[in-house]
């Protein structure tokens, strides 16, 4: 009897040595791979500054600086959501951080808030938001001054993309400070001075902005009378957009066209894999071009993965189709691969 209870007590102790080596064991791998997957680089976070001026617009300024790979006068972007997003959603679903941190530039996000606009949407159909030194479009300048102060910027390289509200926001920014920009993309935007209040906006993105007196150019001349020289201007625009009909671009086409006096009748039309690509060139310079995209609704268009048919997030204004306008604002605005 007693030599069975000690085979049985002897069995069950060596049981739980068997038992605690697992444990042990299975505790030192999860160790491990805790420390292999903190050990990674964080995803990019935006940095909210609050203090970089009197902020008429009362706008939030964020911004994505690389800690490495930064040159000592970097270029700066100047990024504008659209409506129902915000800096987080569209840079995480378009990658404008990461390609910040692959070329060595600094990323300046102005972001709308919903006490400005119930859909989160910049104003750009009020003229006391988008005229000079005024509103919004003071306060986007502002925050432009104040991140090249800090980070020593080359303001011979400052690029301004906007995606909707963002891209007539984008549209006012050049028509009110021409040389401040070298170059500037208008996504699925509106022209300038397309319309005074909300109800007007509505009716110009549904069935087209109606012509102000004057033509297109007009609206920029009298805010500019003085500007001699322009940014290179490129238009976005989806095919099947339902949310800003694409006589807009046309619009938007003909206004900065009219501005830097050139005949429609120059520009050079090329069909592309991926939809109809119309460009202007004086003296051999781009200065404006409109990126009819096939198949695609209203958003900014970005690469489609081969092996992946879904959006890459979950923000819908950002969409997969055959070319990526991210990818080729870099390559217009000569932004390369920045090598140490």
Not at 128 to 143: H, T
Not at 221 to 245: C, F, H, L, Y
Not at 254 to 271: D, N
Request: with cysteine; proline share 7%; aromatic share 6%.
């Amino acid at each position: 009897m007693k030599l069975g209870f000690a085979r049985s007590l002897l069995k069950a102790l060596r049981a739980q040595k068997k038992i605690s080596r697992q444990i042990e064991k299975a505790v030192k791998a999860t160790r491990g791979r805790t420390k292999r997957t903190t050990s990674r680089s964080p995803k990019p976070i935006l940095v909210e500054t609050t203090a970089f001026g009197s902020n008429p617009g009362c706008l939030v300024m964020k911004s994505f600086v690389p800690t490495t790979r930064l040159p000592k006068n970097p270029a700066l972007v100047v990024l504008l959501h659209g409506c129902h997003q915000t800096p987080e959603s569209l840079d995480a679903a378009a990658g404008f951080s990461k390609l910040a941190k692959e070329r060595g530039f600094v990323l300046l996000y102005p972001q709308q808030t919903r006490a400005n606009n119930s859909q989160n949407c910049f104003n750009w159909f009020r003229p006391s938001a988008v005229a000079r030194d005024r509103g919004e479009v003071r306060s986007i300048k502002q925050m432009i001054e104040h991140i090249c102060e800090r980070h020593r910027v080359d303001r011979s390289r400052i690029f301004v993309a906007g995606l909707s509200a963002g891209g007539a926001m984008t549209g006012a920014l050049v028509a009110n400070y021409p040389s401040l920009f070298a170059g500037a993309a208008i996504i699925a935007g509106m022209p300038f001075g397309s319309a005074r209040d909300a109800m007007s906006a509505l009716r110009a993105m549904k069935s087209g902005a109606t012509p102000p007196l004057g033509g297109w150019g007009r609206p920029i001349a009298e805010i500019s009378p003085e500007a001699k020289a322009w940014p290179a201007i490129t238009i976005w625009q989806g095919m099947e957009d339902r949310v800003v009909k694409p006589v807009n671009a046309l619009a938007c086409v003909a206004q900065w066209l009219e501005v830097q006096g050139m005949a429609e009748s120059s520009g050079r039309l090329e069909e592309k894999p991926w939809g109809r690509l119309q460009s202007w060139k004086m003296s051999g310079q781009l200065k404006v071009a409109l990126y009819s995209v096939a198949n695609m609704g209203h958003g900014l268009p970005i690469k489609k993965r081969k092996s992946v048919t879904a959006p890459r997030s979950g923000d819908p204004y950002v969409i997969p189709v055959e070319i990526s306008a991210p990818a080729e604002m870099m390559r217009l605005w000569g932004l390369s691969r920045f090598r140490i």
